[in-house]
């Protein structure tokens, strides 16, 4: 089946600094998410995106859909103690009657104060 | 008010009994799901339903059975509990027309022993 390469499986950084991770995948998508999941918590949805080229901020976090259609990228700047957590990339295809909705394996991510 | 609730948020049981795993939305949404969390934390689908409708059945075991009363509830029946299937469980809804808005719960943390 489709599956996501998400990268990098950890990251530990100091608060202010900025962060990038990326996904990418052998097939297209028509539809990339990211979510960031609390420990003890389900993913929630950080940014949406539907179109190839598309560059979308929530805040300080800036995602972006490839212009090939497999592959995103998310940056935070700035970041601050409460951005720990995993993040996961996410890719949606149109099949059947419903779509499906592909996971990347997560960045975990450390912030030290 | 949450928005998708499971029951209960942790499991303890021995292997070969039989549990089930409840689940409710109050979105409005048409369309809900069964992630499962692996330790590696890998999410992958296992089940969705769109109206009664099992229109997603990954290659899960049989002893894995979704139950649907209504469009609101989706639940997990499993039987003969394995310990391999001691895992993260985690129902999500999204409305059809809208596929991006994968709304998740947060989680049942099963543990077989």
């Known amino acids: 089946g489709q599956q996501l390469n998400q990268s990098p499986q950890s990251m530990f950084i100091q608060e202010g600094e900025d962060v990038s991770m990326n996904c990418t995948s052998s097939s297209i998508f028509n539809t990339w998410l990211w979510y960031k999941q609390d420990p003890g918590e389900g993913p929630v949805l950080l940014i949406a995106l539907y179109k190839a080229g598309e560059l979308t901020s929530n805040g300080r976090l800036t995602a972006q859909f490839g212009i090939t259609r497999k592959d995103s990228f998310l940056n935070i700047s700035a970041s601050i103690p409460s951005d720990v957590g995993i993040y996961f990339c996410a890719g949606l295809n149109y099949g059947g009657s419903q779509g499906n909705l592909i996971f990347g394996k997560g960045t975990k991510l450390s912030v030290k104060p | 008010d949450t928005a998708v609730s499971q029951t209960p948020k942790y499991l303890v049981t021995q292997m070969g009994n039989d549990k089930s795993i409840k689940c409710e939305q109050n979105l409005g949404h048409d369309t809900m799901y069964w992630y499962k969390q692996d330790s590696k934390k890998f999410l992958k689908i296992m089940f969705s339903y769109n109206n009664k409708e099992l229109i997603i059945n990954e290659t899960v075991p049989n002893r894995f059975s979704p139950k649907s009363p209504d469009k609101a509830h989706l639940n997990l029946h499993i039987n003969s509990l394995e310990l391999g299937d001691s895992a993260v469980y985690f129902c999500?809804?999204?409305?059809?027309?809208?596929?991006?808005?994968?709304?998740f719960g947060s989680g049942t943390r099963l543990t077989v022993v």
């Open positions: 999500a809804s999204s409305q059809r027309s809208q596929l991006y808005g994968y709304t």
